[in-house]
C-alpha cells in the first residue's frame, strides 16, 4: 500500500505498530557473549507477542559513533586514509570515532576532528544519526557538520593511529563518494547528508 | 595537502602507500573469539611494518549483504517495515539481506527482493558496494537496483521475519532518506546512490 507522507503520518505510523502488521518483539533477558576492547556481543531473548514463540538474538553493543564532514571557508573537506583491519586495507574517510560516555555528540565530533587531523572550526551542528546495522547493532552514528574549520593544533593521535589527511575540494571529494572511491558506508552517509546542504548554500537558498 | 583528482592518481594512491604515509599492517595469525549465527568475532594478530609492535585486532567477519532499491515503472520505490531487534524497534529500510556462498550479489538482491516483498523487475545492476564498517568489519554492502518491478509473486519470510511492504514515490522515498525517517545506513546508502541515477533519468540525461 503506498505511504502518505504529510502531517507527521509516517512518523507516527512507525512508532505504533499496526495490530494487523509486524509485531514488536518483546525483550526478555539478556546475557553477554563476548566483551571485546570496542564491542560486546549480547544474546537477547525476545518473544513474539502474537506467535508465542522465544528466540535468542545476537547484538553487537558499541558505544555510539561520530563522522565529521569538516568544511573549509574555500570549500574544501577534510578527510583521512588510514589502514583498516577490518577490512584488511586502506580507507579513505572522512574523521571520526567513539562518543564518550555522557559526551555530546557534536562536542565529540569537534574532539575527534582535532586529535585525528589538528583542525578545528568556527560552528559544529548535527547533520543527523543513523544506525549502522539496525538488525543486529544498537548503537548511533552521529554525522556533524565543522565549518570553517582551519589546521590549528598538532595531531594527537590514539596510539595504533597513523592517518593521512587530504583536503580536496567539496565537489572532488562527492565525486570519490559517488563513485565508488570512498566504500566507508558510515563516511557516506555523513557526506551524502551534507550534500544537499552544500548544494543548497551554493545556490544561495 | 590538496588530492588531486583527475587521471586516476587517487585510487593509484590508495593502493600503493605512501612510504612516508600510514603503513599496511601485516597479518600474522587469526583465532576465532565467537561464532554465531550471522557472524564471527575473529581475533587477528597485525605486526606493523616500522614500529615493529605486534597488536591482537577483532574484526567481525559475516557474509556479504545486499540492499536493493526497487523502482516501478510508475517511479515508487519498494520499502520495507520491520522490527530489528539491534535497533529494538521498528525501522524502515530498503529490502535486502544475505549473499548465499558464491552467489552473484545482483541475483542475491534480486532473490532477497522476492523472498521479502514478492516484487520482481525486468533488469538489476549493481549501484556500488561499500564496506558496512572497514575499521572493524571485513565484508561488503553490495547496492543493487532493481527496475521496472510489479508485485509478481508471494512473499516468502524467513522463520522469524514479518515485514510490511510501502511503495511510497521515490519523491517520497527520498525525503524520507534525507529527513531522518529512514535511519539504517546502509540502506541510504543504497538510496543516495539511486539519487544521482534518477535525477540523470528524469532530466532525460
Known sequence: MPLALPAGGIFFSLMIPDPAGPQRWQPLAQRSQLQTRVFAVLGRTYRHPVRRIEREFVVIDAPDWVNVVAHTADDRLVLVRQFRYGMDGFSLEVPGGIVEPGED????????????????????????????????????????????????????????EEIEVTTPTVAEALALAHSGQIVHALALNALMLFEPVWRARRAGI
Chains 1, 2 share one sequence.
Open 105 to 160: 555528540p557534536v562536542a565529540a565530533g569537534v574532539r575527534e576532528l582535532q586529535e585525528e587531523t589538528g583542525y578545528a572550526g568556527t560552528s559544529a551542528r548535527l547533520l543527523g544519526s543513523v544506525r549502522p546495522n539496525p538488525a543486529i547493532q544498537a548503537n548511533h552514528c552521529h554525522l556533524v557538520l565543522v565549518e570553517g574549520v582551519t589546521l590549528a593544533h598538532a595531531q594527537a593521535w590514539d596510539p595504533d
